[in-house]
């Protein structure tokens, strides 16, 4: 085995001792607690927003209960990448495939709720998505004066960000069939998390950086790793194009355009799909009439 690989193989040893998937007893206690905590969070977001109680600091008070108990104390829960990359192993070693059977549970009720309701999972549950949003909120604003004075954020069209997300996927998983599927998980920065807890251990330095490449571009650009590079991301877009229950403008819209001047994702046109949509708020604080609701109705 060869030094990226061993890199590989001892990055999902550890992601898996520390974020163990649901194959055994404890790992299946795990999964149930971690799939609660999820429902309990999707519920919660959905009261809030339903209720339009999803204030700017309620949701930044989210943000960083998700980023500090999820991210950095349990290190990366829910990693949505987790399963994503299990099913990769199970079917390259063609072992042991009775257990993908959880895995795919999980999976496909994290996607289920984007099939739903859309990205809540991202805009809320998720420690890097959380991360990368509390970072965008530097110079990603809810005004419109302030963001045209701010020269720093940039704007990136769905078109080119599918473009570098479908061939980032391509080369990585190009790489992956000529050379080993153990380098899929040094793509994986929820590992990163990892790093900050004891031991030591130099394997998780590449996602550690990985995330602080991360950190840093989210300030520059809306959520980049979710809109560029991740397989999650890229698979609730695709359920989320066809979700009912999203935000959706009422009568009281006077087609005034400020919401999709605010957009970082430009999804704030009225026959958007919203599969980018974070629930980031943004049209819905701009928005002087106050038409922009969650449509529980559709
Ligand atoms: S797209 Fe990926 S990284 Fe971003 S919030 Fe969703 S699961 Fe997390
Ligand atoms: S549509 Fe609104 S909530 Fe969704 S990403 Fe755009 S500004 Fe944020």
Same mark, same amino acid.
């Given at each position: ?14 992601? !898996? ?68 990359? %299990? ?7 063609? $072992? ?56 720093? *954020? ?27 599927? !153990? ?13 900050? *807890? ?39 877009? !695709? ?27 430009? %999804?704030?046109?009225? $026959? ?27």
């Amino acid at each position: 085995m060869g030094i990226v690989e061993q890199i590989g193989f001892s990055l999902i040893s550890k992601t !898996l001792q520390e974020n163990p998937l649901p194959f055994d007893t404890y790992g299946a206690i795990s999964g149930v607690f971690v799939l609660f905590l999820w429902l309990i969070t999707f519920l919660f977001c959905i009261m809030l927003i339903d209720a339009k109680l999803m204030t700017r600091k309620a949701a930044t008070v989210i943000y960083l209960i998700t980023l500090i108990i999820g991210g950095l104390i349990m290190a990366a829960i829910p990693n949505p990448l987790l399963p994503i990359q %299990e099913i990769f192993l199970a079917l390259a070693s063609r $072992n042991d495939l009775w257990y993908l059977l959880p895995v795919l549970v999980v999976l496909s009720i994290l996607f289920g709720t984007s099939l739903l309701v859309g990205r809540i999972f991202c805009g809320f549950a998720c420690p890097l998505g959380t991360f990368q949003e509390l970072l965008s909120l530097i110079n990603f604003k809810s005004n419109i004066k302030q963001q045209k004075k701010n020269k720093f *954020h940039f704007e990136v069209s769905r078109q080119v960000t599918n473009k570098i997300r479908w061939l980032f996927f391509g080369v990585v998983f190009l790489f992956a069939l000529l050379w080993s599927i !153990l380098i899929l998980p040094l793509f994986n920065p929820f590992s990163g998390f990892l790093f900050l *807890h004891p031991p030591f251990d130099f394997t998780l330095l590449i996602s550690f950086f990985g995330l602080i490449v991360i950190g840093i571009a989210s300030i520059f650009f809306y959520r980049p790793y979710c809109r560029f590079l991740c397989p999650f991301g890229a698979g609730s877009d !695709l359920l989320s194009r066809f979700a009912k229950n999203t935000y959706q403008r009422t009568e009281d819209c006077t087609e005034c355009g400020l919401c999709e001047k605010i957009c970082p994702t430009q %999804e704030a046109a009225s $026959n958007s799909k919203k599969g980018e949509c974070y629930y980031c708020n943004r049209c819905v604080e701009i928005c002087p009439e106050d038409a922009i609701k969650l449509n529980l109705d559709g």
